[in-house]
């Protein structure tokens, strides 16, 4: 694995269904964030977490749930899909030299 | 509330220079950060600034004023390779990052 890596790349999805999208790091940072990005909007943070067994909610949580049981995985489960839920995911992991975040490719999520 | 404004597209030519500026109101100012996001592909960081002034990397400095909540992204001798979104972030008092909208550069031969 080189840094960030996310699955699947793309899905459609009916709505109603459950998902998970994976999102999997070997840089070793201790947090950990799942962002969406709309047409128009700024990056919006779903969850995040400070470190291994710890989860805090962002600006737009609702219909979300993450886990974070070790560094390296942090999933994001949509438990009932809905079309608003359409958009790009990143996940991201923080802990540059500046803190900066380093982002993941992304999972195209379409919810019909 | 926290809000960053920055210009949704911008236009410059091949070999020129172009500014994209960023405006912010935050709760606490831990840094604002520069990052570059080409169509389809994830957000890559470009630079950091916490204190006031400018801070050069190559073709792309950033400046930074913090009395004025108020930063810009400089890029010189402008190539294509440079079409792409521009995203300015500032991280807050609880170590988030507030993030803008992003400034699509469109960069003409």
């Known amino acids: 694995i080189a840094g960030i890596t996310q699955a699947p790349t793309s899905q459609i999805l009916a709505a109603g269904r459950r998902m998970t999208l994976r999102c999997t790091q070997d840089?070793?940072?201790?947090?950990m964030y799942w962002y969406r990005q709309d047409l128009g909007l700024g990056l919006r943070l779903i969850h995040y977490s400070n470190t291994a067994g710890t989860t805090g909610k962002g600006e737009v949580p609702d219909g979300y749930s993450v886990s974070r049981a070790n560094t390296d995985d942090f999933p994001l489960t949509l438990a009932s899909a809905v079309p608003s839920q359409t958009s790009v995911y990143f996940c991201?992991?923080?802990?540059?030299?500046?803190?900066?975040?380093?982002f993941g490719p992304g999972t195209r999520l379409t919810v019909l | 509330g926290q809000n960053i404004d920055q210009p949704t597209e911008m236009t410059a030519t091949e070999g020129a220079i172009v500014q994209i500026n960023c405006t912010y109101q935050?709760?606490?100012?831990?840094?604002l950060f520069w990052y570059q996001q080409h169509a389809g592909e994830a957000p890559t960081f470009l630079s950091y600034?916490?204190l006031d002034g400018l801070e050069e990397k190559g073709r792309f400095s950033s400046f930074l004023s913090r009395s004025k909540g108020y930063s810009y992204l400089l890029l010189k001798e402008l190539q294509m390779k440079d079409s792409a979104s521009y995203l300015c972030a500032v991280m807050d008092s609880n170590y988030q990052l507030i993030w803008g909208a992003g400034t699509k550069l469109i960069i003409k031969p």
């Open positions: 991201a992991t923080g802990g540059g030299e500046h803190n900066e975040q380093f």
């Open positions: 840089m070793r940072h201790n947090a």
């Open positions: 600034n916490v």
């Open positions: 935050t709760s606490g100012f831990n840094g």
